[in-house]
């Protein structure tokens, strides 16, 4: 496993987006054969990047061309000049422009966390592009709580002197997910962090991000039913165990309504599996491979 985190890379490619304020370069990872046609777009976590898909996208890569965005703020796209604009409307209308550039008439998605409701949304519209959807500790129904413990970090952007540092920081503010191995959380860290000119280390997001994650605060848990209600591909939702963010009666309920998604649960972990682990992977990949290519 630790020698496969430090493998092959990716293609870094970069397609231009446009807001209310402008234009912004939102680059993408891409891995597999550029020419195939079977496209897997993974969308990561609020202030994560998408190098956090890179074990699943190598993995997955011999049956999929799999695109993996830096979401707009985040990793090595572009910071939006009005942090107003780091919101759903503005990620989807992102996501659209970038799918526009690959080519295709389909894809599948998988989501973590706000990726997944990236993708709820975006599989909600008509005549959407996504073929088959994978939900990874995301759903109909935010708990309020999870989202005030997110907003407690979110934003706080410290420097480190060196990896060793930001590590421990890692692993106190993402215990929820789950044991991993020393390389899996060195990978973790280093898919977070940017090295400043200085030498030292900070968070590879855009610290305004959280002005508009607070100021859109619910007052109770964040419910999106009339999206999820309006998805018609097949549906994959992986919840943590322990999750505080998505709860079980909700994946219960996901399971009975709107497309009647399939729930799958990995014990001794919170929010959000991180998909670094085979058996997570696994779950993917058979779901993404049932039935053949869309």
Same mark, same amino acid.
């Given at each position: 496993?630790?020698?496969?985190?430090?493998?092959?890379?990716?293609?870094?490619?970069?397609?231009?987006?446009?807001?209310?304020?402008?234009?912004?370069?939102?680059?993408?990872?891409?891995?597999?054969?550029?020419?195939?046609?079977?496209?897997?777009?993974?969308?990561?976590?609020?202030? @994560?990047?998408?190098?956090?898909?890179?074990?699943?996208?190598?993995?997955?890569?011999?049956?999929?061309?799999?695109?993996?965005?830096?979401?707009?703020?985040?990793?090595?796209?572009?910071?939006?000049?009005?942090?107003?604009?780091?919101?759903?409307?503005?990620?989807?209308?992102?996501?659209?422009?970038?799918?526009?550039?690959?080519?295709?008439?389909?894809?599948?998605?998988?989501?973590?966390?706000?990726?997944?409701? #990236?993708?709820?949304?975006?599989?909600?519209?008509?005549?959407?592009?996504?073929?088959?959807?994978?939900?990874?500790?995301?759903?109909?129904?935010?708990?309020?709580?999870?989202?005030?413990?997110?907003?407690?970090?979110?934003?706080?952007?410290?420097?480190?002197?060196?990896?060793?540092?930001?590590?421990?920081?890692? @692993?106190? #503010?993402?215990?929820?997910?789950?044991?991993?191995?020393?390389?899996?959380?060195?990978?973790?860290?280093?898919?977070?962090?940017?090295?400043?000119?200085?030498?030292?280390?900070?968070?590879?997001?855009?610290?305004?991000?959280?002005?508009?994650?607070?100021?859109?605060?619910?007052?109770?848990?964040?419910?999106?039913?009339?999206?999820?209600?309006? #998805?018609?591909?097949?549906?994959?939702?992986?919840?943590?165990?322990?999750?505080?963010?998505?709860?079980?009666?909700?994946?219960?309920?996901?399971?009975?309504?709107?497309?009647?998604?399939?729930?799958?649960?990995? @014990?001794? #972990?919170?929010?959000?599996?991180?998909?670094?682990?085979?058996?997570?992977?696994?779950?993917?990949?058979?779901?993404?491979?049932?039935?053949?290519?869309?």
């Amino acid at each position: 496993m630790a020698e496969s985190l430090v493998s092959a890379e990716p293609r870094r490619r970069s397609v231009q987006c446009a807001s209310q304020r402008g234009l912004h370069r939102m680059v993408y990872w891409e891995w597999g054969d550029a020419r195939n046609r079977d496209v897997l777009v993974c969308v990561h976590g609020l202030t @994560r990047t998408g190098r956090d898909f890179d074990e699943l996208a190598r993995t997955l890569s011999s049956q999929f061309r799999v695109v993996c965005p830096d979401v707009a703020g985040r990793g090595e796209s572009d910071r939006l000049s009005d942090p107003a604009l780091y919101a759903m409307g503005q990620y989807l209308s992102d996501m659209v422009t970038l799918i526009a550039r690959l080519d295709v008439e389909a894809v599948y998605w998988l989501g973590t966390s706000m990726g997944g409701l #990236i993708g709820m949304a975006l599989a909600a519209q008509t005549g959407s592009p996504v073929a088959k959807l994978v939900l990874n500790d995301a759903g109909p129904v935010v708990a309020r709580a999870a989202l005030e413990r997110i907003g407690s970090y979110l934003g706080k952007v410290p420097e480190f002197k060196n990896l060793e540092e930001a590590e421990r920081y890692i @692993r106190t #503010i993402a215990a929820s997910f789950g044991p991993h191995s020393d390389a899996q959380w060195r990978f973790l860290t280093e898919t977070w962090l940017r090295n400043n000119d200085d030498g030292t280390w900070r968070a590879h997001y855009d610290p305004r991000i959280a002005e508009s994650f607070k100021a859109e605060m619910p007052e109770k848990d964040l419910e999106l039913w009339n999206l999820y209600d309006a #998805i018609r591909c097949p549906t994959l939702v992986l919840r943590g165990e322990l999750s505080d963010l998505l709860a079980r009666s909700t994946t219960a309920e996901m399971a009975r309504r709107g497309p009647k998604a399939r729930a799958v649960e990995f @014990r001794g #972990i919170g929010h959000a599996p991180t998909l670094l682990h085979e058996d997570q992977i696994a779950v993917v990949r058979d779901f993404l491979l049932e039935g053949g290519p869309a």
